[in-house]
C-alpha cells in the first residue's frame, strides 16, 4: 500500500515555508516575537528558521529595526518560475512544427548545474525513434543541448563550475578538456552543436541555443533521431536550416532581437 505524501513531510522544511509565507504585502517586515506568536513557535526556533533562511539569501534583516523582510533569492526563484513557464509556452508549437517537419524527436532543455533537463519534448511518429523524457538529466560534453550551454559560457567557467572528468559514453565521446575547448570554440562560430553519437551510439542530434530579452542563453532547441536518418548530408542540407530558423523563431518570441 503506498503511504500518503503527507506522511514524508519534514516538518522544520515546513516551518520554514510557513515563515515565508507570513510576509504578504501589506506585511513586508515582521520581528521574531511576532513570527513567533503567529506560528505558535517558541522564538529560538523561529531565531533558527530566519538564520537558516538569512543565510541562503530568502530573508534579510532590516539592521535598523532588526525585523526581517524577504530576501533577493525570492525574487530570483520568481523569476526563474517566469522565464521557464514563458519559455515552455512558446516553445511548444515550435517543438511540436520541428518534428512534424523533420520527422524527428525536438525537446527544449535548461541548464541545472552540470546536465541539461529537458523541459518539454515532442517525440516522431516513427517506430524507431528517439525516447526524450523530461526531467532527465544529460551529460553537457556528450549532447548537443549541452555543447550548445557551454559554448555560450565563458571557457574559466565551463572549466571550474560544468565540467570535471568527461566520462566516455561511447567511442565517439570527447574526453579531453583541451580537445572539447577547440569543439566548443567550432560551436559558438557557427550558432548550433551535433552530437554524433557521442553520448547514446547511432543517435544524432542537432541544437540552437534560444535566446531571450536579455541576449542570454535561456535554453537549448535540439532535434534529435536515429543515425541512419540523422545522417551528415541531412544535416548540413535540411536540418540545419531548419533549426536555425525555428532557434530564431523561438528566441523572438521571448523578446530577443536578434
Not at 84 to 99: R, T, V
Not at 130 to 151: E, F, I, R, S, W
Not at 205 to 218: F, L, S
Request: charged share 25%; aromatic share 4%.
Amino acid at each position: 500500500m503506498r503511504r500518503e505524501k503527507t506522511n514524508y513531510i519534514i516538518q522544520s522544511v515546513s516551518h520554514a515555508l510557513d515563515v515565508l509565507e507570513q510576509f504578504t504585502g501589506d506585511q513586508d517586515e515582521l520581528g521574531v516575537t511576532e513570527l513567533s506568536k503567529r506560528l505558535k513557535l517558541h522564538k529560538n526556533n523561529v531565531f533558527r528558521l530566519l538564520a537558516t533562511l538569512e543565510s541562503r539569501g530568502y530573508i534579510e534583516q532590516n539592521k535598523s529595526n532588526e525585523s526581517y523582510r524577504l530576501g533577493i533569492r525570492c525574487l530570483q526563484i520568481g523569476h526563474t518560475f517566469i522565464s521557464q513557464m514563458g519559455l515552455l509556452k512558446q516553445a511548444q508549437p515550435i517543438i511540436q512544427g520541428l518534428s512534424d517537419s523533420a520527422g524527428e524527436t525536438a525537446f527544449v532543455g535548461v541548464l541545472r548545474k552540470s546536465v541539461v533537463v529537458p523541459l518539454a519534448t515532442v517525440e516522431a511518429d516513427r517506430p524507431v525513434r528517439l525516447h526524450a523524457k523530461v526531467g532527465d538529466a544529460l551529460p553537457l560534453h556528450c549532447t548537443a543541448a549541452g555543447k550548445v550551454h557551454l559554448a555560450n559560457i565563458p571557457p574559466a567557467e565551463v572549466l571550474e563550475g560544468y565540467l570535471g572528468q568527461l566520462g566516455s559514453h561511447t567511442e565517439k565521446t570527447i574526453t579531453d578538456h583541451a580537445a572539447l575547448q577547440d569543439h566548443l570554440r567550432r560551436v559558438g562560430e557557427v550558432g548550433y552543436a551535433l552530437e554524433l553519437g557521442e553520448h547514446i551510439a547511432d543517435v544524432n542530434a542537432i541544437a540552437v541555443p534560444i535566446r531571450d530579452y536579455t541576449r542570454n542563453v535561456v535554453g537549448s532547441l535540439t532535434l534529435a533521431g536515429p543515425a541512419h536518418r540523422v545522417d551528415d548530408a541531412r544535416i548540413e542540407r535540411e536540418l540545419v536550416p531548419l533549426m536555425q530558423q525555428a532557434g530564431r523563431d523561438l528566441s523572438s518570441r521571448l523578446g530577443f532581437g536578434g
